[in-house]
């Protein structure tokens, strides 16, 4: 079972370049989100998608942009990389959005630098 | 403020001591509280969530709302209980947010 897949990752970037992170999960499941993890903080919630055609902003989300074509992808884009972008970026899942009966299922994370 | 306090960036306990990570909540709402753990090497993937009142690899948590609290403990730490340990919070139904972490080091 593949669960949630991530590519790149590592990626190092210049400043201003563009990229875009994949994520594709094959549980099915209607939640995704993109969390950033910074050094010694926690994991910062960047966008999250409640379905195909619908998402939302987390509480970091300058500097990014997210779509959700279908179910199983769920792709980050960052725009004019800044060195602040340098992270750890993870992408998550969910059948019940976390609560309750649901967990999150991460992927593997992508290491992001930008010089 | 919804917010997540893990005070302790680092502990680290002798095999077959008892281990507390702390985990302190700030919510309004009514809380619904994760413990996610990180092996090296690993994906981040769920220890236990308060609502089950489970045991996972010996360890257990208890909400304490009056002093809104969820701490994780174990009696006897193992040496492959070194891991990285996230307290998390679930908001609006399915927004997850995270505390720092606490890195656990069990010393042979």
């Known amino acids: 079972n593949a669960g949630v897949t991530q590519t790149p990752k590592f990626r190092i970037l210049k400043i201003g370049q563009s990229m875009t992170l994949q994520c594709a999960q094959d549980?099915?499941?209607?939640?995704m989100y993109w969390y950033r993890q910074d050094p010694g903080m926690g994991l910062k919630l960047i966008y999250y998608?409640?379905?195909?055609?619908?998402?939302d902003k987390g509480e970091v989300p300058n500097g990014y942009n997210v779509s959700r074509s279908t179910t199983e992808d769920f792709p980050l884009r960052l725009e004019l990389a800044a060195p602040s972008q340098t992270s750890v970026y993870f992408c998550?899942?969910?059948?019940?959005?976390?609560?309750?009966?649901?967990?999150?299922?991460f992927g593997e994370g992508s290491r992001l630098t930008v010089l | 403020a919804q917010r997540v306090t893990q005070p302790e960036k680092l502990l680290s306990v002798f095999k077959g001591a008892p281990v507390e990570l702390k985990c302190n909540y700030s919510?309004?709402?009514?809380?619904?509280l994760f413990w996610y753990v990180q092996y090296s090497r690993q994906r981040l993937q769920l220890l236990l969530r308060?609502?089950s009142r489970e045991s996972i690899k010996g360890f257990t948590a208890d909400l304490n709302k009056g002093e809104t609290s969820f701490h994780l403990k174990k009696p006897f730490a193992q040496e492959e209980d070194s891991a990285m340990y996230y307290c998390a919070l679930v908001t609006g139904g399915f927004k997850t947010i995270f505390g720092a972490g606490t890195r656990l080091f069990v010393k042979a």
């Open positions: 998550a899942s969910s059948d019940h959005g976390g609560s309750v009966t649901g967990e999150l299922f």
């Open positions: 998608s409640v379905g195909a055609g619908i998402t």
């Open positions: 549980m099915n499941h209607n939640y």
């Open positions: 919510y309004s709402g009514s809380p619904e």
């Open positions: 308060h609502i």
